[in-house]
């Protein structure tokens, strides 16, 4: 007799979603992790950075205000206020995640390392503990690069960037992706120079478009970007006596000098020290190998969820709102026995800077690639009665569009893009027509406005043709 129905492996969002629902339903549980409850998004990552950023938006509030005819001065940031409001968000959601919580719904906390002794069996705590399933849960952390002198020059993650007492005089940041922007924007909007090195472009899974109205937002703040630029090394700054600092020197041999270095390059899934062969688990660089449905190929007992899932023919994904839909994935299928599978159709993206930067399905690009013959729609943000009210300057809304109306994605860049992104999805994920975005009746004024008008737009050229015109001539003569 096994000594438990399920083992859960990692407390953070997919962990705590799949432990919570299978005690709920009467299963014996145990839940597994050797951090901290809540994982990364509670601890290091969306709660942690979306309050930081929203300070740094209520100083650019402070800054931009004599546009609309409030006049104050710069903005005093007090860092350490700024520092006990990061903690507190963090503080106040962690009851949700905590293990007391969870032990009052009859799981079983163990806090622990876990790795696996047998297909059906994991030690932790010095307890080998057998299951009739497994989740594997267990996340991802940070890719540290290999990059020549990285290890005498100290350097940050998301996990300890918000451990910083002081404000960084000169952050540079590896990587221009969202947790490099993110970071880039706040901390600039705090009074840090910053400085943004990517290989690529940044915001470079993104449509063009959208990026580029980004890009110059940023520049216009004076955050610093780099593109196209390969980072060759970095050296202590040996010209800042007294004070740490470093200097990264780029392949054609720029050097820039700094007092932090943030490592925002990617995600990597946690597999060391789980022992996978010893559990007859597959696995890829990106994860844990599973069908559709998140089931390990090669261990019918075990399942993973989250960042470490590697879906055959589909991919990881590094969200938080990507572990919550295979959380009830997974309930469908292992618990209910019902079919189901992951799809990323219409999953939606944001990058939290303001103006945040959202994309729902395929950019124009992809949709491309695929032979979709996509039809780009779009509508200016600042057109809107409502931006026009509020003095709003940069946004964009993008629809990507099948030649009979299908809505294959859009993309958003705008104050609170994310909001907006939930309608996209809707209609991606429930295949209905570009004609239900068309017709919908909003209130005004809203921001929203601007995704009606990109979809009416596709409309226009039938509904105001020869043809139309002549038919409503007749028409206009009937009694």
């Avoid at 929203?54 to 800054?63: D, F, G, I, S, Y």
Wanted: proline content about 7%; charged content about 25%.
């Amino acid at each position: 007799m096994p000594d438990f129905d399920l083992v859960v492996i990692g407390a953070g969002a997919a962990g705590l979603s799949t432990a919570a629902v299978s005690a709920a339903l009467g299963l014996k549980v145990a839940l597994i992790e050797r951090a901290e409850m809540g994982g990364d998004c509670l601890n290091w990552g969306c709660v942690p950075s979306k309050a930081l950023l929203a300070t740094a938006h209520a100083a650019q509030a402070v800054r931009e205000a004599g546009r609309l005819g409030i006049r104050v001065g710069e903005p005093e940031v007090d860092w350490a206020a700024v520092r006990a409001h990061v903690r507190g968000a963090i503080a106040h959601i962690a009851p949700t995640d905590s293990e007391a919580r969870f032990r009052g719904m009859g799981v079983e906390v163990i806090r622990a390392s876990a790795h696996f002794t047998a297909p059906d069996e994991v030690e932790a705590a010095g307890r080998r503990i057998t299951f009739r399933r497994c989740v594997i849960a267990a996340g991802s952390a940070a890719v540290v690069p290999d990059i020549p002198g990285l290890g005498p020059v100290p350097w940050l993650t998301n996990e300890t960037i918000f451990e910083l007492e002081e404000k960084p005089e000169h952050l540079l940041i590896l990587g221009g992706g969202p947790i490099g922007l993110e970071m880039a924007q706040a901390h600039r909007r705090l009074g840090c120079r910053v400085t943004v090195i990517e290989a690529g472009r940044i915001a470079g899974r993104d449509d063009p478009e959208l990026a580029e109205g980004l890009r110059r937002v940023l520049l216009r703040e004076g955050v610093e970007l780099r593109e196209g630029a390969t980072l060759a090394r970095v050296e202590p700054d040996r010209a800042a006596p007294g004070r740490t600092g470093l200097v990264a020197v780029l392949e054609d041999g720029t050097r820039i000098p700094g007092s932090h270095l943030l490592l925002a390059v990617g995600r990597a899934p946690r597999l060391a020290g789980l022992d996978l062969v010893a559990g007859g688990i597959a696995a890829t660089p990106k994860g844990i190998k599973t069908d559709a449905g998140l089931r390990s190929v090669s261990n019918r007992r075990v399942w993973a969820v989250g960042d470490i899932a590697d879906p055959q023919g589909i991919g990881p994904r590094a969200f938080t709102h990507v572990a919550s839909q295979h959380a009830g994935v997974l309930a469908r299928r292992m618990l209910f026995r019902l079919p189901a599978k992951v799809d990323y159709a219409a999953l939606p993206r944001v990058t939290y800077t303001g103006p945040e930067l959202a994309q729902v399905g395929m950019t124009e690009a992809e949709a491309r690639e695929q032979g979709l013959d996509p039809r780009p729609y779009r509508f200016p943000l600042p057109e809107t009665d409502r931006a026009v009210a509020e003095g709003i300057e940069d946004g964009l809304v993008k629809l990507v569009v099948s030649p009979k109306g299908r809505l294959l994605g859009a993309g958003v860049l705008g104050p609170h893009a994310g909001e907006m992104a939930g309608i996209f999805g809707l209609m991606i994920g429930r295949k209905l027509p570009l004609s239900a975005l068309a017709g919908l009746v909003l209130p005004y004024p809203t921001l929203a406005e601007a995704a009606k008008r990109a979809a009416g737009d596709f409309y226009a050229p039938k509904f105001l043709s020869g043809t139309a015109k002549r038919l409503v001539g007749l028409l206009w003569r009937l009694p």
